[in-house]
């Protein structure tokens, strides 16, 4: 085994235990190893100013792969490494799908929003007025479909498409080109589109390009189908004890659970007392 320079960390069911906590124990661990100069990217389907946040959390000056790879940065660094955009015409193909279906589905943007198609449901969760944090970004804006579309326009980064109703995420993949979408999963009731080659996978290899790091030098650790192309990526890919079988097939190695800090157990065992 190659010594391990860039290691790239998914956040639910990874990094984070099962209270969405990151324990002690792996902030320790991460922080010794970027000490070390070892590079900590979190590996996350959330935003980019989510992943800015957590990966500060853990070091300053790390990098971070965002909207499942569809944006590559580093925290602190204003401009991006690298950026994965949809198509404007295989958005709105895919909105209008998942509308004829009456899906729920929210965009990321490139300008940091969420933008949400509005429905009753997404009104009590959310309001009619977009949340602005402390810092004067608007996070979560609601809007009908057609506005919704002229406001994604050249900005579209990740489409995630849910329903309570299972049955019809199989549906509505069915109907699109798959040729024209890089497509996860990050949870039972949802389907995630991004750009051709915009995946965890090629977000890790255009990471490690721009760092000149060598793929077979990258340690991966994940739990769920959206991470298995990083795992196939990475040199030394590590599944969770909580991941799915598939997860651990693709995997060089098992480590503990989310709960029982298996990211520090690995960052340990493989890189800190290897």
């Given at each position: 085994?190659?010594?391990?320079?860039?290691?790239?960390?998914?956040?639910?069911g990874t990094l984070f235990d099962s209270s969405s906590r990151i324990p002690a124990r792996n902030l320790a661990a991460l922080w010794e190893a970027a000490s070390r100069g070892v590079y900590v990217a979190v590996a996350t389907g959330r935003i980019y100013l989510s992943a800015q946040r957590i990966s500060a959390s853990i070091a300053a000056g790390q990098p971070y792969l965002s909207s499942?790879?569809?944006?590559?940065?580093?925290?602190?660094?204003?401009?991006?490494?690298?950026?994965?955009?949809?198509?404007?015409?295989?958005?709105?193909?895919?909105?209008?799908?998942?509308?004829?279906?009456?899906?729920?589905?929210?965009?990321?943007?490139?300008?940091?929003?969420?933008?949400?198609?509005?429905?009753?449901?997404?009104?009590?969760?959310?309001?009619?007025?977009?949340?602005?944090?402390?810092?004067?970004?608007?996070?979560?804006?609601?809007?009908?479909?057609?506005?919704?579309?002229?406001?994604?326009?050249?900005?579209?980064?990740?489409?995630?498409?849910?329903?309570?109703?299972?049955?019809?995420?199989?549906?509505?993949?069915?109907?699109?080109?798959?040729?024209?979408?890089?497509?996860?999963?990050?949870?039972?009731?949802?389907?995630?589109?991004?750009?051709?080659?915009?995946?965890?996978?090629?977000?890790?290899?255009?990471?490690?390009?721009?760092?000149?790091?060598?793929?077979?030098?990258?340690?991966?650790?994940?739990?769920?189908?959206?991470?298995?192309?990083?795992?196939?990526?990475?040199?030394?890919?590590?599944?969770?004890?909580?991941?799915?079988?598939?997860?651990?097939?693709?995997?060089?190695?098992?480590?503990?659970?989310?709960?029982?800090?298996?990211?520090?157990?690995?960052?340990?065992?493989?890189?800190?007392?290897?």
């Amino acid at each position: 085994m190659e010594p391990i320079r860039l290691i790239a960390v998914d956040l639910d069911g990874t990094l984070f235990d099962s209270s969405s906590r990151i324990p002690a124990r792996n902030l320790a661990a991460l922080w010794e190893a970027a000490s070390r100069g070892v590079y900590v990217a979190v590996a996350t389907g959330r935003i980019y100013l989510s992943a800015q946040r957590i990966s500060a959390s853990i070091a300053a000056g790390q990098p971070y792969l965002s909207s499942n790879g569809a944006v590559v940065g580093v925290n602190g660094e204003k401009d991006f490494r690298h950026v994965f955009l949809m198509d404007d015409r295989d958005v709105e193909a895919a909105l209008k799908r998942a509308a004829a279906l009456q899906c729920e589905f929210h965009l990321h943007t490139l300008d940091g929003r969420m933008l949400h198609l509005a429905t009753e449901r997404k009104r009590a969760l959310y309001g009619d007025t977009p949340f602005q944090d402390a810092a004067g970004q608007v996070w979560n804006v609601l809007l009908p479909q057609e506005e919704l579309l002229k406001e994604c326009r050249g900005q579209t980064i990740k489409l995630l498409v849910q329903s309570d109703d299972v049955s019809r995420i199989p549906r509505f993949r069915s109907k699109l080109d798959e040729t024209r979408y890089t497509m996860a999963s990050s949870w039972f009731d949802n389907v995630e589109l991004m750009a051709p080659g915009a995946d965890k996978g090629g977000g890790l290899r255009a990471l490690a390009s721009a760092l000149s790091i060598p793929l077979s030098q990258v340690m991966a650790l994940g739990d769920n189908e959206n991470d298995l192309p990083m795992f196939r990526a990475a040199g030394f890919p590590v599944a969770m004890g909580n991941a799915s079988p598939a997860v651990k097939r693709e995997a060089k190695a098992v480590t503990l659970t989310n709960d029982l800090c298996g990211v520090a157990h690995a960052v340990e065992e493989y890189i800190l007392h290897s």
